[in-house]
């Protein structure tokens, strides 16, 4: 079993900045994707940007520029850090992992998602 927590949501003006994190921990083999997906009320989940585990990354054209995706594989863990935040990035924001548990079990698992506002 794995679980993906995530943290650093909040409040924050537009234009500010936060840095949200998300921790894998459980019976972990090996991670391949690591990602972070959004869903504002009323919308659909979509993709926020994406890393694989050699480090390249993938960004919707809404957050290019804006936002950063990294990660640390020797601690499971994947970032992201938001600056120039707007209004429209306000939403649910859920930490994605995708791997083996061991050698002959994938995984895919979703974090439980933490609130990101951007309003003034």
């Known amino acids: 079993q794995v679980q993906l927590v995530e943290s650093g949501g909040g409040l924050v003006q537009p234009g500010g900045s936060l840095r949200l994190s998300c921790a894998a921990s459980?019976?972990?083999?090996?991670?391949?994707?690591m990602g972070w997906y959004r869903q504002a009320p009323g919308k659909q989940r979509e993709l926020v940007a994406t890393?694989?585990?050699?480090?390249?990354?993938n960004y919707a054209d809404s957050v290019k520029d804006r936002f950063t995706i990294s990660r640390d594989n020797a601690k499971n863990t994947v970032a992201l850090q938001m600056n120039s935040l707007k209004p429209e990035d306000t939403a649910v924001y859920f930490c994605?992992?995708?791997?083996?548990?061991?050698?002959?079990?994938?995984?895919?698992?979703w974090g439980q998602g933490t609130q990101v506002t951007v309003s003034s």
């Open positions: 994605n992992a995708d791997g083996r548990s061991t050698r002959w079990i994938p995984f895919a698992n």
């Open positions: 459980g019976t972990i083999f090996s991670i391949n994707n």
């Open positions: 890393i694989t585990s050699g480090g390249s990354t």
